[in-house]
Each structure stands twice: as structure tokens, then as C-alpha cells.
């Protein structure tokens, strides 16, 4: 500060120089800190007549300013220019006054003194530096660096609670920043509190109100402060360690005021109760030190009971039932669930004595409605809030916000009871009388708009979810902000809307906006943030950029482990989607031991019979499966589905799911006698949860009818597929509607479509529904991801069936160079391409450029399947077929005799394909027997009609033919023309 040319600086008194010779000469005194006594700012305040409004500053601007020449603490240079300075007046300071400037003068004093007095401080060796940051010019520009040289010099904080209403967030920002700053060196820190027997209100609002997250400072400023004391100090969440700090001293402070009331009172008086009562329901209100609160309400309900017990009123007064009200609510708040149910129902018997429709019965039904929700037990919770509801409705009427508040709470449990009509139908009234009442951008109407657009986004209709989102972050955003972590959830949902539609750069732009904001609010290691890295992983991984979906879910992985531990449920979320990732790229070898070690962690945190673990033992078996880990699949399978029979009862979607991959893995392995009771019951319970026309039943219907083929069962088959095409056509025309007719999930559906057009041979048809599929997932995917490659290699296929291997080569190739790039030449559908090019060049005649296909898709196959894998047996077949080459014929007859039944369709290919080849080798007798056996499983597995057993018929009369055996070839070929002529006409 410029000190005005006309002010005269007076030589030092006798009592001055003699402070300044004691601090070591007038130079280094005012290089020091120095502090001002109690006495001589009460004195000050008087005789300038300091009003009680004015604040430190503006004392400062009024009284000392246009005398001073420069700044130290702005008190000590006017007493070192004023001649007034005394050993009793001035020394060095011993406590910092955090941001004194915002303060009203005289209320600041009243609360040092009274903080002399509680903490028995001698007030002649108590010397205060008050900050004024805004004013001392000499302290340092940044306000966090100035404070770490000030506490350094001084060795004391004291936060004073009389700023609570400062409109000023910064204030409290750099506040906070000095009261972490004291914690992290180890120096005392005390609070001021005025008037602390009259208003103990301040101790117990002070620690949740004065948070950094809830500052509204510019970004910059606030960064930039944090960034200082985090780089001097290593905090990385300065405003946690301070708030926990302040917290524990409030608290102190708070227990002392107890003391003082139970010297007053006694330690059973109802005045002691009342006031431990009220100050756990602040701190409730607050949602802070809920597991202090919790003793205080036990204590006051003690006293109480013995209270009313003396009266003569028993146990159940309604004194008593407001305060167990209190204490349920408490409880709720520790995750105490059952315990809270308990207290509640006795609070409504309570109650109910003396009137069933009160306002504090509809406040207890409300409350055992959420804490019903909570514990899942949705009949009860939506019984009790019903009566909430026609309690307020009888009350107050239909139009009072109770009603929209109630209904909105009612809705959340129907929807949760897959009541979704009755939820939104609630919701929408909810909304509607919110808009009238309180009008549409209040703040209360946000929440119901938000479980609304919650349902309707489950219902797929992601388009008017999106809208919906959109208004209740506009309503937040009104009344918290645009950077407040209330938003980040929505913004998270708008990110999946968006995602859905296939727009990958407004998603990503939501998530991450909603990751900014958690990395701003808690720092940049925090669950929440973990959370935000977890939705850019979706997305990542949605778009098949698996690079990136696997940095997120590692970054999130490692943070969880190091903020939970190695064995939380967190940490074995991120494990599964880890492992999902890695199985994407065909990397099984390392996805298994993530999703076994996902499992070991919910089995150890959950026990063993838990959803999460029936999930995480049915992802295990899938991904068993795919490695043709059969029998390892098949024991995970099963326990998952007793499991879910055990937690959901047999007709739960969940169930329907189970039996589908247990039904599936017996179909691979042509235990289809097992398989198909187990498709059957799963279309059973998927038409009695959907109906008859959902999408589901289409897939089930699809699934029969293929094992229905694989049996040679050709009527029940086709019967399947005719009965799923129009549920796949109506399935389609549903997300034409809701999605828009370019999203990617129609794009799923049309492709399911043009592959059972195909198998009904609806060639033509299918091939126009696969361009279809393709061009939109081309245009909302982008060109190159796996899901294109899918499309372009089935519409290859089509070409091939329809006999134009011209057409079919461009498309095989684009997506084998598709896979190439988006997944690796190890990936197994990198395989299924290669050895898809290798069959089209053997139809072509290119028998060496197939042989060199086939070669280095077993290859693969041998690297990342297991060693009995039925497509490693498909390789040598085809490797086989191209030369007759024996060794790799009984290579591939030795694995699927391991892997598969003695039955099964597949293994009678290759005893078929075999005994052909040592017909032509002479070896005529071992011919005869694998013809004759395969013939033998044809027939009882795939029907006495299946164009197989016409093959084996064939070629087993083939060998009687050499050896002689004339009549019973000639029988042989008979039953072969016939059936040939039956089956194609």
C-alpha cells in the first residue's frame, strides 16, 4: 500500500524502541511477525468508536490505513508509527488469525476473548496476528505460500466461526487452505466461537458448511491455491484433512458444553435430553458425525424412558416415538438397515395409538418405505408409502407437494417391482403437480424428472430419456451449479443416451465433463472418479477401441485397489471388465484368472450365495466355453443356475438366461438330448415374463430351432423359425420407432435377421437385411470396427450360398483386414476369417493359397484355444479335405473323440471323412467300420432323413462296392437316391 505524502511517521517513544530493541533492532522486527495483544484492540476498538457492524477491513480502510506507511499486521505498523507499542501490547505472534478481514470487528474480539478464557490461556503472552490478506501488500502474491511462511513463523491457527454467512466463498476457500496447512505441520490449532453457551449451532454446521468443494471461486484461483498447498505440503485432498481436523475440534468443543449442561442440569434431566436430541438431529440434517449422533440419541432416550416411566407413562409416549424416529434415522444413515426397520415399526405403533392418519404416522410410513426399498423388501415398502400417500391426499388434498414428493418415492419402488406403467404414471403426476406448486424449475421437481427418464431409458427409449436428463441438469445447475457433483450421475446417463445413438463424441464430451467435475470436487483418486474412468471404458470399448477401454479400466483398477484394498467389490467390478475387454481381443488365457479372482473376492465379501457371484461364475464358464474348456464351463454353469433358482425362484429372466448357456454348451458338445429340455424351459419362462412377442422369445425360438437342425428334426425346426421371423420383424419395427432408423442395436437386430432368413433359405431377402445391418453400422460405428468385419463376413457368406465367390472375396478380405487392425492376427475371429478365405480359395480351385489359409488359422486356434477346441478339429478337417492327409484326419477324429460324446454329429464327420480316405488307401476294413459307425450315429442322432446319413449311406456303400459286397451297396445306394430325392426333390 502507498502511504499518502502528507502523513508524518513520529519518532519512536522510549517504550517503543525498547520492543524493537528486544525483536533485535527496528529492521527485523518488521520483517517478523508481530502480534497485538487482546487488551490493546479492545482498547482500540473503543476509543475509534468501531461500530458493531463494521468489519476488520473496513477498520482497517477507516482507522489505520491513511497512517500507515507500509504493512506488517496492519495493527502492529500503526502501534510501531503511533509511538504506542509496549512489551505488554506487542511481541511476536503467537496465534494466526485466519482471513480476519471478513470478520465483524468487535464480534472477532468477543470470541478471542472468550477463547482465552476456555482454553486458560494467559493473556498477557498471547499475541495476535490478524490476516488481512486482502491489505497486507507486503505478504506474498499467492495467499497459500504467504500463509505457509506465517504459521511457519507463528506456530498457531485459530479458525473462528463467525464468517458462516460470508457470501465471499473464496474466503472460506483460503480458510481452509490455512487450517489444512496448520494440521500438516504439527501446529496447534484452536476455535473461536462466540457466544459459545448461548449457540452451540455454529460448532456443529461449521465442518460440513466450510468445504472446498462447495466454494464457488473461479476455477483458476481455486486450482491454483490447492495446487500450492498441495505441492508444498503433498496433500491431495486439502479440504478432507481439514474438515476431519475442524470436525474433531467442533466436537471437543461441543462435549464440553455437555459437561457444562450436566453440572447444571444433573446427568438424567430432561433439559440434558432435549439438548443432546437437538444436536443429533443437526448433525443428521448435516449428514456429518452420524456415529456420534447415534450415543446421544441412546443417551437422551435413556433419560427419557426413565422420565416418563416416574410419570407413570410407560415406555411408549409420543416424546419417546419422535425421538427412536430420530435414532431409526440415524441408524439408516450407518447402513444399520435392519436395526432401523425395527425401531421404525415400534415408532408406528406408537403413533398409531393415538391417531392412525398424523402427520408423524405419514413421516414413519414414508420412512419404512425407504428403508423396505432398501432391504429389497419391495411389497412392504410400497404398502407403507401407499398409505403415506392417502394419509397426505386425506390431510391436505391431492395438490401439496407431500403428494408429489410421496408419489415420486412411491414410483422408485414400483419400478424396482418392474411395475413400470404404475411408476411412470406417478411420476408424471409427480411432475405435474411440482410444476403447478412450486413451479417447473424449482428445485424438487429434479428428482422425480430423473427417475422418470431413469425408466424410460431402461425401456430403451433413450431419444426422450435424454430430454428428460437434459431438464433436471438445467434445474441443478440453477440451484448448485454447473460444477456440482450433484449433476455428474445425469450427465453420466446422458452420456449412455448418447452412446446408444451411436454419437461417440457427445458421449464422450458428458463423461468426461462429469469426470472433470468428481476430479475437481474429490481430487484425482476417488471412487467417484474411479467410476467416471469406468463409463469412458464403456465407451471406449463400445466403439472397439480396446487400447483405451483397457488404459481407463487399468487406471480405474489400480486406483480402487489402492483406495479399498485388494478385496473389495469395486475392485472386482473392475476385474470383470477387465477380463470383458481382454476376452473382446481373444486374450482368454489372461481374462480367466481376472474373472476367477473377481468371483474369490464376492465369495469372500458376499459368501457364497450371492447374485454377484452366480454372475461372476457364469461369465467364468462363458469364457471356458469359448476356449472349449468344456468341462471346466460345465460345473460353473450349473452352480451359477442353482444359485439363481435359489435367490430369484424358476421363473425369473435371470433363470432364463442360465438355462440358455447351459442348453448352448450341451449343444456344442451334441448332448443334445440334454439341451433341448433346457432351451424348452428357458422359451417357457421367457413367455411367461415378456409374452409371446418380445425379442427374447425370438432368440429363444432361434435357439431351438438350431438344435433342432443340428438334430435332423428339420419340421420342428423350420416351425421354430417360422414362428421367430415375425417376432424379429416386430422387434425391429420397435426400435425403428424408438431408436431412430440408424442405431446400432437395430442394426444387431437386422442382423439376427438376415442370418435366420438365410437358415429358412430366404437368400435374396437376407442378403438385403445384411446391407442393411452393415450400412448403418458403417455409419454410426465408423468403418472400421469388429462389428462391420461381422457384417461383412456373413454377407460374404450369402454371397457364397447364392454361388458369387466374385463378390464374396472383396468382402471376406475387408473383414479380415478389419480384425487384423482392430483386434490382432491372435484373435479367434482373425481365425474365422482366414479360414473362411481359405474354404472360398479351395471353391475357386487355389488349393495352395487355401492350404497356407487353413495352416495359419490352426495356428492361431492352437496359441489361444484349448488343445481340444472343436475348431482346431474344423482346421484339420479342412486341412485334411484339401489332400487326404491322413495324420491330420486322425488328429482331428482324436480330438473330438475327447471332446465331444460318442454320439455326437461332428465325430461322425470325421470317422466319415476318415473311412473315406482308407477306402481309397485299400485299408478296407477299418473303412467298413468307420462308415458303419458313423452311419450308426448319423442315424440316431440326426433322424433316419438328414442329408448326413444320405452322405454316410453313400459312401459306406462305396466300401461294400470294394469289397465285394455287392448286394448290400447296391441296397445302400437305393436308400441314399431315395432320400436324396425326399430331401431336395
Known amino acids: 500500500m502507498k502511504f499518502k505524502a502528507e502523513s508524518k511517521t513520529p519518532a519512536n517513544s522510549a517504550e517503543t524502541q525498547k520492543v524493537l530493541d528486544d525483536l533485535g533492532g527496528e529492521e527485523k522486527a518488521r520483517s517478523c511477525h508481530l502480534g497485538v495483544s487482546l487488551d490493546f484492540l479492545l482498547q482500540f476498538s473503543d476509543s475509534r468508536k468501531v461500530s458493531a457492524q463494521e468489519t476488520t477491513e473496513q477498520v482497517y480502510e477507516k482507522h489505520i490505513s491513511p497512517f500507515t506507511a ?61 490476516d488481512v490478506f486482502s491489505s497486507n501488500r507486503n505478504i506474498p502474491q499467492s ?11 507463528i506456530g498457531a491457527v485459530v479458525f473462528t466461526l463467525l464468517a458462516l454467512d460470508e457470501p465471499n466463498a473464496t474466503s472460506h476457500l483460503r480458510c481452509l487452505c490455512e487450517l489444512a496447512i496448520g494440521v500438516k505441520r504439527g501446529v496447534p490449532i484452536l476455535v473461536a466461537v462466540d457466544n459459545f453457551m448461548g449457540n452451540f449451532g455454529p460448532l456443529l454446521s461449521a465442518a460440513s458448511y466450510v468445504r472446498i468443494q462447495s466454494a464457488e ?182 395438490k401439496h407437494v407431500s403428494v408429489a414428493t410421496t408419489l415420486s418415492n412411491l414410483a422408485q419402488v414400483q419400478h424396482m417391482q418392474g411395475k413400470a406403467e404404475e411408476a411412470k404414471a406417478n411420476l408424471t403426476l409427480s411432475i405435474e403437480l411440482h410444476d403447478e406448486l412450486v413451479g417447473g424449475k424449482h428445485i424438487s421437481v429434479a428428482l422425480p424428472i430423473e427417475n422418470l427418464a431413469n425408466i424410460i431409458f431402461d425401456e430403451g427409449q433413450h431419444e426422450e430419456a435424454e430430454q428428460l436428463f437434459q431438464r433436471a441438469i438445467a434445474i441443478y445447475e440453477v440451484h448448485v451449479g454447473q460444477e456440482s457433483e450433484t449433476i455428474t450421475h445425469l450427465l453420466d446417463r446422458v452420456g449412455y443416451c448418447t452412446m446408444q445413438k451411436g454419437a461417440w463424441g457427445e458421449s464422450e464430451k458428458q463423461l468426461r465433463r462429469a ?76 481374462a480367466a484368472p481376472m474373472y476367477q479372482r473377481a468371483m474369490d473376492i464376492y465369495v469372500e465379501i458376499y459368501g457364497p450365495e450371492h447374485q454377484a457371484v452366480a454372475t461372476s461364475m457364469n461369465n467364468l464358464a462363458g469364457l471356458y466355453s469359448n476356449m472349449g474348456a468344456y468341462s471346466e464351463a460345465e460345473p460353473l454353469y450349473q452352480r451359477s443356475l442353482e444359485l439363481r433358482e435359489k435367490l430369484y425362484g424358476k421363473d425369473h429372466p435371470a433363470i432364463a438366461t442360465a438355462l440358455n448357456n447351459m442348453a448352448g454348451l450341451m449343444r456344442r458338445q451334441g448332448k443334445y438330448d440334454e439341451a433341448l429340455p433346457l432351451y424348452a424351459q428357458s422359451l417357457a419362462i421367457d413367455e411367461k415374463v415378456y409374452g409371446l412377442s418380445h425379442p427374447e422369445v425370438a432368440t429363444d425360438l432361434n435357439n431351438l430351432s438350431e438344435l433342432h437342425k443340428a438334430m435332423g428334426t428339420y419340421d420342428a425346426a423350420q416351425g421354430k423359425y417360422d414362428s421367430a421371423l415375425p417376432m424379429y420383424e416386430e422387434s425391429i419395427k420397435s426400435k425403428k420407432k424408438n431408436l431412430g432408423p440408424a442405431h446400432p442395436s437395430l442394426a444387431t437386430s437386422l442382423n439376427n435377421m438376415a442370418l435366420l432368413l438365410a437358415k429358412v433359405a430366404k437368400y435374396e431377402q437376407a442378403k438385403e437385411t445384411a446391407e442393411r445391418a452393415k450400412e448403418i453400422r458403417v455409419n454410426t460405428l465408423g468403418a472400421r470396427h469388429p462389428d462391420v468385419a461381422q457384417s461383412l463376413n456373413n454377407l460374404a457368406g450369402l454371397h457364397c450360398i447364392l454361388g458369387d465367390l466374385t463378390a464374396a472375396e472383396p468382402l471376406y478380405k475387408e473383414a479380415m483386414d478389419i480384425r487384423e487392425k482392430a483386434l490382432g492376427m491372435d484373435h479367434p475371429s482373425y481365425a474365422e476369417s482366414i479360414n473362411n478365405i481359405g474354404l472360398l480359395c479351395k471353391e475357386q480351385g487355389n488349393y495352395t493359397m487355401a492350404e497356407e489359409m487353413h495352416s495359419k488359422a490352426m495356428a492361431i486356434q492352437h496359441k489361444q484355444l484349448r488343445a481340444g477346441h472343436p475348431d482346431i478339429a474344423a482346421s484339420l478337417n479342412n486341412l485334411a479335405g484339401l489332400h487326404r492327409i491322413q495324420e491330420m484326419q486322425e488328429e482331428a477324429l482324436a480330438i473330438r473323440e475327447k471332446a465331444l460324446q460318442g454320439d455326437h454329429p461332428e465325430l461322425a464327420a470325421s470317422l466319415n471323412n476318415l473311412g473315406v480316405l482308407y477306402c481309397a488307401m485299400g485299408q478296407l476294413a477299418d473303412a467298413s467300420e468307420l462308415c458303419s459307425r458313423s452311419l450308426r450315429i448319423r442315424e440316431g442322432k440326426l433322424g433316419a432323413k438328414h442329408p448326413s446319413v444320405a452322405e454316410s449311406l453313400n459312401d459306406l456303400a462305396c466300401v461294400y462296392l470294394e469289397l465285394g459286397r455287392l448286394s448290400e451297396a447296391e441296397e445302400l445306394l437305393r436308400r441314399s437316391l431315395k432320400l436324396r430325392e425326399e430331401i431336395l426333390g
Open 70 to 130: 507500509s504493512t506488517n499486521c496492519t495493527y502492529v505498523e500503526h502501534m510501531l508509527t503511533s509511538c504506542t507499542a509496549t512489551p505488554l501490547n506487542l511481541a511476536r505472534a503467537t496465534h494466526f488469525i485466519s482471513h480476519a478481514h471478513t470478520y465483524k470487528f468487535r464480534e472477532l474480539l468477543s470470541s478471542l476473548k472468550q477463547l482465552i478464557d476456555s482454553e486458560s490461556l494467559a493473556k498477557d503472552q498471547v499475541f495476535f496476528y490478524l
Open 143 to 153: 495467499p497459500a505460500q504467504g500463509a505457509l511462511q506465517i504459521i511457519d513463523g
Open 217 to 398: 471461486a473461479p476455477g483458476d484461483e481455486k486450482s491454483g491455491l490447492l495446487a500450492v498447498v498441495d505441492e508444498a505440503l503433498g496433500l491431495d485432498k486439502a479440504d478432507d484433512v481439514a474438515r476431519d481436523t475442524l470436525t474433531d475440534l467442533l466436537f471437543a468443543k461441543f462435549m464440553a458444553l455437555v459437561t457444562k449442561m450436566e453440572l447444571k442440569f444433573g446427568a438424567e434431566s430432561p433439559e440434558l435430553a432435549q439438548m443432546l436430541s437437538n444436536a443429533a438431529q443437526m448433525l443428521l440434517d448435516q449428514q456429518m458425525l452420524v456415529e456420534r449422533a447415534l450415543p446421544m440419541l441412546e443417551r437422551s432416550r435413556a433419560i427419557l424412558t426413565v422420565t416418563a416411566r416416574a410419570a407413570g407413562q410407560g415406555e411408549e409416549t409420543p416424546q419417546l416415538g419422535k425421538l427412536m424416529f430420530t435414532e431409526a434415522q440415524a441408524l439408516r444413515f450407518m447402513g444399520r438397515d435392519e436395526e432401523a426397520l425395527e425401531l421404525l415399526q415400534k415408532v408406528l405403533q406408537i403413533h398409531e395409538k393415538t391417531d392412525k392418519s398424523s402427520g408423524i404416522v405419514a413421516a414413519t410410513l414414508n420412512e419404512l418405505g425407504g428403508v423396505c426399498k432398501k432391504l429389497n423388501k419391495l411389497d412392504e415398502a410400497a404398502e407403507n408409502l401407499q398409505r403415506c400417500l392417502d394419509i397426505f391426499k386425506s390431510k391436505v388434498g391431492l
Open 515 to 590: 469426470l472433470d467435475i468428481r476430479v475437481k470436487t474429490y481430487g484425482p483418486k476417488h471412487l467417484e472418479v474411479s467410476h467416471s474412468l469406468n463409463n469412458l471404458t464403456t465407451l471406449y470399448r463400445e466403439q472397439g477401441k480396446y487400447e483405451d477401454a483397457e488404459q481407463t479400466c487399468r487406471q480405474a483398477l489400480e486406483m480402487d485397489i489402492e483406495l479399498l484394498g485388494p478385496n473389495n467389490a469395486h475392485v472386482a467390478a473392475d476385474l470383470n471388465n477387465m477380463a470383458l475387454i481382454l476376452s473382446d481381443q481373444g486374450k482368454f488365457e489372461e
